[in-house]
């Protein structure tokens, strides 16, 4: 055998032994995600009083919540949300809002009351990508998915061709962070994970925020066509006029309280959408 092929040969037994290795970084990774979203919560040692056998409505009954110890930042919060439906959690910073969605993502406890609500799926503002290929950063939210699965999904949030102008396609390896992206197109391959995660229920958590004006409206395009297509349902926190603009109902939020709220087709609604921040 020559001594050229009888190095790859050894070279490639060497590296199985770290195969597994790799697997494990990859579920290391999905705790990772698990843990940063739930660790507050362990370290209060916060029961989180959310029941997930539901129809789909999400429910606030009377409750009162705080972040990682703080005095209470929402107060007697009763709401209704139906499956299906899409509400924008409008107000100020520091309102309240997106401890409104902790709640239903179980990610914090309620003081009082209790919440009632499906698994849901968080998309926020930061872009979480490690240092691995574009493939195994999106089986993230779906392990089990093929190559045409990823394909499509990558398609419809509008990236796929950029993944395959990079030349090794779904075998691409990011930095950590998603070093090696652009911003938007980091901000597209986390939509092309949050398309693949199985959840009927979308929390975005001023999803646009660090976007430019054209890319962040073409995401948005993407999420609402998604969301009609599956009769997903959809809560936005948010003070944009352009993230909110998805919704059919607007729920104020104000100093940790339900200020209003109100349904497209009327004069309150579209007062309340105009007086939001524009792009």
């Keep these: 055998m020559p001594l050229a092929a009888l190095a790859i040969l050894i070279a490639l037994a060497a590296m199985e032994p770290f195969a597994g290795l790799r697997r494990g970084a990859l579920e290391a990774g999905r705790l ?4 940063k979203r739930l660790g507050p919560a362990l ?3 916060a029961d989180a009083d959310v029941r997930t056998d539901t129809d789909g409505d999400i429910v606030f009954d009377k409750v009162a919540a705080a972040q990682s110890g703080t005095s209470p930042l929402v107060h007697a919060i009763d709401l209704r949300i139906v499956a299906g439906e899409r509400v924008a959690l409008v107000g100020p910073s520091g309102a309240g809002k997106s401890t409104l969605l902790a709640l239903i993502a179980g990610e914090i406890a309620t003081l009082t009351g209790n919440v009632q609500a499906p698994a849901a799926c968080l998309f926020t503002q930061r872009t979480e990508l490690f240092q691995d290929s574009v493939r195994d950063n999106l089986r993230l939210a779906a392990p089990d998915a093929d190559d045409d699965l990823l394909w499509q999904a990558l398609h419809k ?13 779904l075998d691409t390896t ?9 911003g938007g197109q980091a901000r597209r391959l986390a939509l092309a994970r949050l398309l693949l995660h199985p959840s009927r229920v979308w929390l975005l958590d001023e999803a646009t925020e660090a976007l430019d ?26 003070h944009l006029r352009r993230e909110a603009a998805l919704a059919d109902r607007l729920v104020g939020v104000r100093h940790g309280r339900i200020a209003f709220d109100v349904r497209r087709g009327t004069g309150n609604f579209d007062a309340a959408l105009a007086a939001l921040r524009q792009d």
């Excluded at 990011?174 to 652009?182: D, K, P």
């Design 32 to 35: 990772w995600l698990a843990m």
């Design 43 to 45: 370290a209060e040692g």
């Design 157 to 169: 949030a509008g990236l796929a061709e950029q993944v395959r102008s990079f030349g090794k396609g």
């Design 174 to 182: 990011l930095g950590e962070g998603g070093l090696g992206l652009s």
């Design 213 to 238: 004006a054209a890319t962040a409206h073409d995401v948005l395009q993407r999420l609402d066509r998604h969301a009609c297509d599956h009769g997903q349902t959809v809560i936005i926190a948010t």
